[in-house]
């Protein structure tokens, strides 16, 4: 799925409050949805899985700790990305790395210290990331990442994504122990779930906002099981490479992604948001 998943934006009425010069100061602060973006989002889901286990077990700071500090590093990157003026590969892409294990790390917290079952948890993010998705088009008419270019706009789409990557952690889980696949046999599962989303978009005229956050939801669970199962001891139905191997490995490829496009800039969207051409 490319950019075609991603809807145009739409203009704010003249008497919105969010309509006006003194909003439209930014460009959007979001890369376009080519095939970078896909491999680069299941890349950093894959990461976000094997540096939470790897951080929990073999840094031995346990899950609390690991949430505190994974937290803390987000919080600086994410003030970062709110103070860059338009999209930069590097930032952006932290941010996501970043925010995909803390996501992981609700998830994991909400079911491995406080008990809650996976079900419950999984109604829970869906409802959030519901509430979220309705906020957000409420105040601002449009849920597109074309049009992430005010403070408001990207603070929803950060939150938005959150909630995506804890939903789909606890919702991979369900799945994956629900129906007991194994994780290769999963991560096709989630590839077929993306597929069909595609097809839908392509053929059957799902809308495109929505194709988008689907998708970008089943990444989730998609990178997750990829990871787990290369990563994961043969005895478990893993290849046994290790949380520390898949994590280095997959982290040079995002490093060597994201640097390619920072320099060709190939995911930069060139023309500005039809909300800032009416200006």
């Known amino acids: 799925m490319t950019h075609e998943l991603s809807d145009t934006p739409e203009t704010q009425p003249s008497g919105s409050p969010l309509s006006g010069p003194s909003r439209r100061l930014r460009r959007n602060k979001v890369p376009e949805v080519t ?48 103070r860059t003026a338009g999209y930069r590969a590097g930032v952006y892409w932290l941010a996501v790395a970043l925010i995909s294990v803390v996501g992981t790390l609700i998830s994991d917290n909400l079911t491995d210290n406080m008990g809650v079952p996976l079900e419950t948890s999984t109604t829970v993010f869906a409802l959030l990331l519901a509430v979220v998705f309705g906020v957000w088009y409420r ?36 799945v994956s122990e629900r129906m007991s696949l194994g994780y290769w046999l999963a991560a096709v599962l989630f590839a077929l779930a993306i597929g069909a989303v595609a097809v839908a978009h392509l053929m059957l005229g799902l809308n495109a ?56 800039r190939k995911d930069v969207t060139e023309q500005p948001s039809a909300a800032r051409q009416t200006i």
């Open 35 to 82: 095939a970078y973006f896909w491999i680069i989002k299941v890349l950093c889901t894959t990461v976000g899985e094997t540096a939470a286990d790897l951080l929990a077990e073999k840094a031995g700071l346990g899950l609390t700790g690991v949430s505190v500090l994974m937290s803390a590093l987000l919080a600086v990157v994410l003030v970062v990305q709110f």
């Open 209 to 264: 906002v929505w194709s988008f956050w689907i998708a970008y939801i089943l990444t989730r669970p998609l990178g997750a099981s990829i990871g787990d199962y290369l990563s994961q001891p043969t005895g478990d139905g893993g290849v046994g490479l290790g949380t520390v191997v898949t994590s280095v490995l997959f982290l040079a490829v995002i490093l060597g992604l994201v640097v390619h496009l920072a320099v060709t």
């Open 139 to 174: 105040r601002e008419r449009t849920l597109s990442i074309h049009s992430i270019d005010t403070p408001s706009r990207e603070s929803f789409y950060w939150l938005a994504v959150l909630f995506t990557f804890a939903l789909g952690t606890a919702a991979g889980d369900l």
